[in-house]
C-alpha cells in the first residue's frame, strides 16, 4: 500500500544490511528517505537540512550518539520533530518527553509495524508517546 502523501524520513541504523533493506522497504512504501549508517553524521545533516525532514526514525544502539540521544539533540533546532526509536532492549525514550511525539518499535518487527508507527505519528495524533509492538 503507496502512501498518498509523501513523507520524509530521516533513517537511521548502523547495521549496513538491516539500513539497505529498510530503506528499500521504506521508499518502496512511497517515502523519501535519507539514510545514515552513523546518528553523528545524521545529526550534522539535519542541523543543514531540518526543512527537509517530517520525521526521525532511529535505531536506538548505535555508537557515538544513541538513538535516543540524537532524537534529543535534533530536537534542539527541531523542536516538535516526530520520533519513531527502533529497540531490542524494551522501553526507552522516557528522556523525550518534551517536543513532538515519540513512537516504539520492538525488535525484531516487521516492516508494515514500522509503517504504523510512522503513519500514526504522521497523521498528526498528539499523544506524546505510543508503543507499536507485535
Known sequence: ????????????????LALELMGKCLADNGYEIHSFACSAKALEWLESNSSQIDILVTDQSMPKLTGTELAQKARQFCPNLPVVIVTGMGRVGSELKSGGP?????KPYKRQELFSAIDFLMEGNNEKSSTMAR
Open 1 to 16: 500500500m503507496e502512501n498518498s502523501k509523501s513523507i520524509r524520513i530521516l533513517f537511521v541504523e548502523d547495521e549496513p
Open 102 to 106: 515519540v513512537g516504539l518499535v520492538e
